[in-house]
């Protein structure tokens, strides 16, 4: 998905549209609002609540050496480093729905990731479409199998501080590191109790992400991209659920992209679960004769 930002006498008009699909409707910015920081105490204590959902990020990236896995200082030996990865996006506008799956591995300590895109029947137009494989990167996005004119043996390559929305929406999956850094702009969180994941316990957060905190406060190899995103939609604000399990390490997280223009409103689900922590991770990037620089076709 792209969001393309497009000014005219009436004001700013995002018209987004899935980049691997070409689906999607014309609509504006965020409709969600902002607010201040704040917590509903639970057993934890008080503020404890934003404390852990804004440490997110650290948690999954932390290392203490050795290759693969990673052991979290003061989490109880807890693994993180890298974890195996699915994704879904869901898309509804007016009275269309599309949900765009994703599965693969990413090391949270350099950015980096390999994910199958998987796209639902007669979204592209056909019965069917190859799935396509994705590699993320710091500051870039790869692509194969991306159609629209772009030869099979090919990668394509996005530079993700030019996107409007960062990537967090463009691949047809958020950047896993770049949903973790979000939250690090996290302003109202609420504690909504216990429950289970893939028979994991878990503790799960409701709350509203800033998009401009959280590029302030992300580490290098987001900061570009969400300070992208902060500027190319309306509203900074993102709903979101997060799920931390007893290592705070974040099993699940779901947020919420909002539009509202001239066409019917359009929302974005994105969700990005986590699990099989310490999984290795292998990803070699295209070499530059891969890489197509020519002309891509407008679905």
């Not at 350099?110 to 396509?132: M, N, Q, W, Y």
């Not at 302003?187 to 590029?215: K, S």
Request: positive net charge; aromatic residues 6%.
């Amino acid at each position: 998905m792209v969001v393309r930002q497009h000014r005219s006498r009436s004001g700013a008009r995002a018209v987004c549209a899935l980049a691997v699909v070409g689906v999607m409707a014309a609509a504006a910015g965020c409709s969600a609002g902002g607010g201040g920081d704040r917590a509903v105490a639970d057993e934890q204590g008080g503020s404890g609540s934003l404390a852990e959902v804004r440490r997110a990020a650290d948690v999954l990236a932390a290392t203490a050496g050795g290759t693969g896995t990673a052991v979290v200082a003061g989490t109880a030996g807890a693994v993180a480093g890298s974890a195996e990865v699915r994704t879904s996006m869901e898309t509804a506008a007016g009275g269309t729905r599309v949900t765009i799956r994703g599965r693969g591995a990413y090391d949270f300590r350099t950015g980096t990731g390999r994910l199958t895109v998987v796209l639902p029947k007669d979204a592209a137009g056909t019965d069917a479409h190859r799935p396509i494989t994705e590699l993320l990167a710091p500051g870039a996005l790869y692509m194969k199998n991306r159609g629209a004119g772009v030869p099979e043996d090919k990668w394509v390559r996005i530079d993700t501080a030019t996107l409007a929305d960062g990537n967090l929406v463009t691949g047809g999956a958020t950047d896993p590191m770049a949903a973790a850094e979000l939250l690090r702009g996290a302003r109202q969180v609420t504690y909504a109790g216990w429950t289970e994941i893939a028979g994991v316990r878990v503790r799960h957060y409701r709350g509203t992400a800033d998009l401009a905190l959280a590029a302030r406060r992300a580490g290098p190899g987001s900061r570009a991209a969400l300070a992208s995103a902060a500027k190319g939609f309306r509203s900074d604000a993102v709903p979101f659920d997060a799920y931390l399990d007893e290592q705070g390490r974040l099993r699940k997280v779901r947020h919420r992209f909002g539009f509202a223009g001239e066409g019917p409103a359009v929302e974005v689900v994105s969700t990005t679960l986590l699990f099989g922590f310490g999984a290795p991770v292998s990803v070699r990037l295209p070499d530059g004769g891969d890489i197509y620089t020519g002309r891509i076709r407008e679905k």
